[in-house]
Antibody, heavy 118, light 111 residues
């Protein structure tokens, strides 16, 4: 059964850093497009970043220059390095899978909560 | 990276049908047949229910159907059931190579 399990969330002060991980099971991360999508408390979904099969990466304007998406093929794991965190980055962060050459998210993790507060 | 426009809420009685709208521009919904819809129950992860405008993943009820006209996509839920009460989000590919710009979501209430 395909599974995505996120970890690494927690409480961090403004300006701090955090690295999220997303371990995949029953499929190979490097053969799919992988995204991070976040949801602020009581708000809607916001796409954050994607890494394509080719390795190309893209970011939402709101996180560009602060967040870095990457993957470790040997660990079948997706990462999101979050730097210079702001209060508005507080959200549940989901990792989500997309089939190559498609633009929908067919599997999602359960999410990990990031709280940015002093 | 503007969000797509969705009505905030829709309500109906069990057995009725409802249609949720999702309006974008020629740079997203109107320019590509890559509209998807997600159902999210409180405290749960989103679940894909429609992809590429009108395709249902395996296991999703045929009471859910999708369509598109111009820059507006629609999700129809027929024979509404209590379990359909949830938030629904549309998403579209954009010309900025972003896989998914989302709408703000529509809360569906089953009366």
């Amino acid at each position: 059964e395909v599974q995505l399990v996120e970890s690494g969330g927690g409480l961090v002060q403004p300006g701090g850093s955090l690295r999220l991980s997303c371990v995949a099971s029953e499929f190979t991360v490097s053969r799919y497009s992988m995204s991070w999508v976040r949801q602020a408390p009581g708000k809607g979904l916001e796409w954050v970043s994607v890494i394509y099969v080719s390795g190309s990466t893209y970011y939402a304007d709101s996180v560009k220059g602060r967040f870095i998406i990457s993957r470790d093929n040997s660990k079948n794991t997706l990462y999101l390095q979050m730097n210079s965190l702001r209060a508005e980055d507080t959200a549940v962060y989901y990792c989500a899978r997309s089939v190559p050459a498609s633009y929908f998210f067919d599997f999602w993790g359960q999410g990990t909560l990031v709280t940015v507060s002093s | 990276q503007s969000a797509l426009t969705q009505p905030a809420s829709v309500s109906a009685s069990p057995g009725q049908s409802i249609t949720l709208s999702c309006t974008g521009t020629s740079s997203d919904v109107g320019g590509y047949n890559y509209v998807s819809w997600y159902q999210q129950h409180p405290g749960k992860a989103p679940k894909l229910i429609i992809y590429d405008v009108n395709n249902r993943p395996s296991g999703v009820s045929n009471r859910f159907s999708g369509s598109k006209s111009g820059s507006t996509a629609s999700l129809t839920i027929s024979v509404l059931q209590a379990e359909d009460e949830a938030d629904y989000y549309c998403s579209s590919y954009t010309n900025l190579k972003i896989p998914g710009v989302f709408g703000a979501g529509t809360k569906v209430t089953v009366l």
